[in-house]
């Protein structure tokens, strides 16, 4: 199991350290310090094996975080907790930085406490660490808060604590996909992916029950055959089914009932948490098209011409629209003509960023540049990094929908129609390349 | 409030200070000091003199102070155990608190503090926490009971914890239940033998209830336990895998990861048949692919064991490969090890997508990447033969860039290209050639000069080639001027006539110039056979090379199969079992994957031959590796080491003609000059000349085609049993015949006639082949010896042992009758060598069960001596490997009723510092005695061949390690044949 933790800033000074285990030296601290963080080069690897110790690292910003161990202990299991590691931390101090980490080192070993047993990873949902994990001492609390709090860190819905209660139900769901593409210069789509992830913000009385719906394909293929009457198919038809290759949920998430009935049921936490995850690779809606055209004009001169499409409704608006021009290292000077937007060099960037801030369903739009190159006795050619892009579109690309969350408290009198609920949909760019 | 200011005192007079602080009496100040104290502590400060100062604080209510004070007295305690012992009273007092966080805070800090009386002071509490009414407290107390363990295992023995840790499975709280399943797990690593974990069908189904309910990290302690099982037939791991699938769709990686692992346990046991298993196969394929778009770190630990799983079971994944393209961004450590799962998944449908994406990396920037890149496009070539032709073409473009390490790693990848596709695409040649200058690294020259030896009838200017690089010889690294003596060499065979002056430079440069004893000793065989016999030269050095094989550093199987019981640990992202990176016995129980339940096997029946045996001829392949060149006498064993002084070696000797006749054969009557003599042994001194017979002696043992050991006679028939006649013999095996050596003695009064012999039925059916034949009578006290050809064609039936024979012989006088064991390894035919694929199949295919383990006790061989010995007796090494300093041998060999017996033999290298080696080297002249031996030494005319000796004396128990013991596992789907094959084995290496 894990051995110990540390923080370290960018100079590799350390901000915290937590030892679990015997086997675990001070020396460790500065192994590590000295083979990774003052390494001269690139990071090889995050697991690093030095004099039979074995470190794992993550890295926020310009702060360290990395577990050690002598064992053979679960390695995604080390990296999911320095994760988690993260997230709790943000959610107490919001922003990791060094600065952060001084200021809050008492309330970081007080969690490490918490969080990590002898190098075992205990509930470290952040709902129930910040009912017992405050900062303010004890004093205020009875004996029926604290049985409380054990049940809900050990129980078995530890992610929510019970007597929770809102005058107004409300939930809101967004559907946040990120869209992810390689196309080769002719336009051919090499991998195309959506990754997705349903974000879920509800403020509900008591322990309310959950159901979530959306069209995902075998569940309606399913329903289809199961009642025919008139009504629901002709509802079904309008609406596309989507393909899911695969999903993963939240813990409250009853996973052997999806297993079995492919339906999502749980019981949420209070506030925000990430419902369930998914990936889809059929019948993705790409939201725009790049068109690159680089020429090479002698040694010393590249002319460049982008052309980018807008491929969904007219109605519809997408925002932030960036796309990202490598240019080669020698570049010197670059003249850029676009018809819409700002277009720049930024020479520190070796890249053309050309910036858009609205743009419309089913329109183009076009950008030229003459790029200077200094002449080189380099014989490595230019690689020719793909073009990227980035944007912002208020549909899901994948074409999912949610079709319903239904609510049920039985025990307090509120029912699913009292229930406020807000869907939104946000597609936004992934690794969204095409190459030239 | 911020905190950062206790990180900045760093002033002297600190620690007086702060003693003054800890000791007020207002809390604020004390709690201000406390935190300065442990700021000063995490930066490694030393503030341990504070011990009794901060103590005293712990008496508080304020529980974040309290926290503080508990975790300074972890770090100093057991520097200052004494005082420590100060602290236990409020440990004691706050395990009674009746705040349950304040009494679980207790315990467990309690179980971090490795001083030995407050550990004594623990016990009370701590098995009072263990029942605590609280869950929290019990969970805690769980854990706490691992901890002591790890202080004092006895302690934790005799106090009964365990029991009461068990029972604890049963909690009604999933948390408990998932922390006492942690601690278990832990404290049963360290005693591997006791059966602390008891799971059983019961046990397990409580840990599956557990597993619905608990946190995601105590799903993952539950899942790892789980893999632990072993399930008792295919149905109950069938049950627990239809409840393990749900975890597949988990947001945490570690628990998609760990269910994996339980799947690709509990599948073994599976047959292939069942519906379940293809359904099970379709279900991993997406989780596995879902955790490429994790966090890159986590990436990088889900491709390492997808690495793994492509390998085991690569139809999980064959459709997937376009989720291991590369993208731009990805971390180095994710890029190459996607790279190195396309070219697993590579296959004839994927080709031309997978070739287009390596062209498109061959051009980024890390040099690394890029060269993986290029060489995997290599590999695809070798691997898809269809895609040859266009691999080779996009090397040539990559060739074109002159990119510099791009083209050194493309003429390193054609070089095997050329090895597996022989006469196809030599046009490239030419354009090879013109990157000859660029080269710079030795991997690249060496191959270069390789192709340019191995096409110089086809290259004009071959010999001016070769000469630009003999110029600056010496500074080449081994491996090239190993590969440029034989490149010359292979020039000289082909084109006698223009470079005799080269080959002569070179062969002075490599015997006398050179302090490399490999070198060296290259130099003088080919000296030695070029001046000997010029036409076995052409034999030896152009002989047809083996094919390469296609698929490379694949784990070996024994291995793979282990690494698959550790999915999503440590070892999975090494790739070495924990044994080669975990200090001590924790956690190094060699695991292993489940046999395949009987069930599913009855059908196989040990009299059917295994299905698709290789086909009578099959071209030998060897493993591609990395530097062998494939050469015959290419034998780079180990890093060069330099030899004894050349002045050692000079024993004074006569000129002899060494380069006589033989040569003017081949290059039509010009002088050959002999070179300088002094280096050139001729006249052996007597140690040496005896030293080199042994020599001789050993590899004539192993050199002789016919091959098998065969055993001195023993007598089989007394005279006293059959009237006079005692009949001795002994089984042998030449050239595919089998044969009985029988000596026939008459020690009666009366001539002995009409001699017949006849064979009850046998395992293997054999029979004589011919009548015995006894030409005259066998007069008294006469004996004859007559060797019996024998069969295997006759009638069959299984005897106890299996290789009984009764035998009946008969005479004028009366029938006898007699029984013998004959050695199983006459019936070890010709072509028992397996194709490296199908053995690979084949091991995997053959139950785990079906396995046999040996030790041949005692056995002073090294691995390439053994190889040799067994290959003698028809026992074919498929494949070597180096595994954590052991030599594994892959072995197959075929008996004459068909049935395969695949064999891997471990050998543990004897320590070389305590032996007295005249060089590190020696195994490479047992080998090149030999490979050369069998047909060839005795073509040189026996004595008047000497090898070259450097004064030192090498008799045969130098030249092997001291060897302990070898291991040796048998797979074959008639298991009652390993032991005869074990026998066999010990017979012929002991030998």
Redesign the interface.
Known sequence: ?IGGLFIYNHKG???????????IG?NA?DAFRVNVIHARQ??????T?IA?T?F???KRSNIWLAAV?????????V?????KMCDVMAAYFGKISE?NI?????LI??LL?EIL??G??????TGALKT?IT?Q???S?T?EE??Q???Q????I?WRREGIKYRRNELFLDVLESVNL?M?PQGQV??A?V?GRVVMKSYLSGMPECKFGMNDKIVIEKQGKGTADETSKRCLSGKQSIAI???????CV???K??SERSISFIPPDGEF?L??Y?TTKDIILPFRVIPLVREVGRTKLEVKVVIKSNFKPSLLAQKIEVRIPTPLNTSGVQVICMKGKAKYKASENAIVWKIKRMAGMKESQISAEIELLPTND???W????I?MNFEVPFAPSGLKVRYLKVFEPKLNYSDHDVIKWVRYIGRSG?Y?T?C | MTDSKYFTTTKKGEIFELKAELNSDKKEKKKEAVKKVIASMTVGKDVSALFPDVVNCMQTDNLELKKLVYLYLMNYAKSQPDMAIMAVNTFVKDCEDPNPLIRALAVRTMGCIRVDKITEYLCEPLRKCLKDEDPYVRKTAAVCVAKLHDINAQLVEDQGFLDTLKDLISDSNPMVVANAVAALSEIAESHPSSNLLDLNPQSINKLLTALNECTEWGQIFILDCLANYMPKDDREAQSICERVTPRLSHANSAVVLSAVKVLMKFMEMLSKDLDYYGTLLKKLAPPLVTLLSAEPELQYVALRNINLIVQKRPEILKHEMKVFFVKYNDPIYVKLEKLDIMIRLASQANIAQVLAELKEYATEVDVDFVRKAVRAIGRCAIKVEQSAERCVSTLLDLIQTKVNYVVQEAIVVIKDIFRKYPNKYESVIATLCENLDSLDEPEARAAMIWIVGEYAERIDNADELLESFLEGFHDESTQVQLQLLTAIVKLFLKKPTETQELVQQVLSLATQDSDNPDLRDRGYIYWRLLSTDPVAAKEVVLAEKPLISEETDLIEPTLLDELICYIGTLASVYHKPPSAFVEGGRGVVHKSLPPRTASSESAESPETAPTGAPPGEQPDVIPAQGDLLGDLLNLDLGPPVSGPPLATSSVQMGAVDLLGGGLDSLIGGTNFVAPPTAAVPANLGAPIGSGLSDLFDLTSGVGTLSGSYVAPKAVWLPAMKAKGLEISGTFTRQVGSISMDLQLTNKALQVMTDFAIQFNRNSFGLAPAAPLQVHAPLSPNQTVEISLPLSTVGSVMKMEPLNNLQVAVKNNIDVFYFSTLYPLHILFVEDGKMDRQMFLATWKDIPNENEAQFQIRDCPLNAEAASSKLQSSNIFTVAKRNVEGQDMLYQSLKLTNGIWVLAELRIQPGNPSCTAWPSRHCPSWVLLAVLVGGGLWRGFGGGNFRLPVFGCCMSPSLLVPVVQDLELSLKCRAPEVSQHVYQAYETILKN
Do not use: W
């Open positions: 199991m000074e350390v901000l915290i350290s937590r030892v679990y285990r015997d086997d001070r601290v690139q990071v090889r690897s995050p697991v094996n039979r074995s794992f690292h993550v161990t002598k064992q053979n202990v679960n390695a995604a299991m990296f999911e907790f320095l994760y600065e001084k200021n809050n080192f008492v070993y007080e406490d047993d002898f075992y990873p205990q509930n470290s949902e017992f900062q001492g004890i004093k609390q004996k604290q049985s709090i054990t049940s860190v050990t129980g078995q530890g390689l080769s090499l991998s992916h990754s290759d695969d999903c993963t949920f939240h813990q009853r996973l052997s999806f297993d990430e369930m995850r990936r014989k490595k050619k690689a020719r990094p793909p990227s690794i390349e190459r």
